[in-house]
């Protein structure tokens, strides 16, 4: 161990000591940034940096069961991103498969897909999937990987499953038009069931969202951190968790 990598841990312990733990976010959303400008500072290709990204998220996830957070979101792949040439979404799509694999083999966490699944290419699919069915009875923190996910879609296909469900009840239009809510297009959304974010961590300095949960963010808190995400440590973590304690969230009263 350096001194540089002393000090961090020095600091990160302090900063972990004064963390409040009953202001811990429940459900942090956190978009995975910065993993091709990383591998290029570092003299690395784009795939070395998807590498170096998708390794960072174990540590992340055991930083979060460390502070008592129970659900993550984690952005990996968005719908744009699936225009992408063939020679930069192929080698993409497998260290996410790659990755997506590791979170199951675990054995704590418990893997749910969000996104839209017709739009991956059927390998992907079958990953996701037998990663949700295997990892169905775990108990520890519910992991959402977002692939193929855009949050205009997600709102899209909520509201189609819910005009195709009162279809089939032979709801008319007009009577769907008098009780439709917020609630009722919650409930058909890809995290319905879940807490909306209480959190949301962008990396690589980026101040936007990018289209991620449009609907679900609503009463985040955002956190943009300036270093790409193959370089986030704990103590960026850390620092995160600190600034979301020492806010007020008011939701508009």
């Known amino acids: 161990m350096n001194l540089r990598d002393l000090v961090y841990g020095l600091y990160a312990r302090r900063v972990e000591g004064r963390l409040d733990h009953t202001q811990v976010p429940k459900h942090i959303g956190v978009i995975l940034d910065g993993n091709r400008r ?100 775990n108990t520890g923190i519910l992991v959402n990987v977002a692939v193929g996910y855009g949050g205009r879609q997600e709102i899209a296909d909520a509201v189609r499953s819910l005009l195709l469900e009162h279809a089939e009840r032979g709801t008319s239009f007009e009577e769907l038009a008098e009780i439709v809510d917020v609630e009722h297009i919650s409930e058909h959304l890809y995290t319905r069931g879940q807490p909306d974010p209480d959190l949301v961590i962008r990396t690589s300095g980026e101040q936007r969202l990018s289209g991620f949960m449009l609907w679900q963010s609503a009463h985040s808190e955002y956190y943009f951190c300036e270093v790409h995400w193959p370089a986030f440590r704990k103590v960026d973590f850390l620092r995160a968790l600190r600034d979301y304690a020492a806010r007020h969230r008011r939701y508009g009263t």
């Open 38 to 137: 990383w591998a290029k500072a570092s003299g690395g290709t784009p795939e070395q940096g998807h590498k170096a990204g998708a390794d960072k998220i174990q540590e992340l996830l055991g930083w979060c069961s460390e502070t008592d957070v129970e659900v993550v979101t984690l952005w990996m792949l968005s719908t744009d991103n699936l225009n992408r040439p063939e020679e930069q979404l192929v080698p993409l799509l497998g260290i996410i498969e790659n990755a997506v694999r590791a979170l199951a083999a675990d054995g704590r966490w418990r893997v749910h897909h969000v996104g839209t699944m017709d739009l991956l290419p059927s390998r992907t699919q079958s990953v996701l999937k037998e990663a949700e069915e295997a990892t169905r009875t």
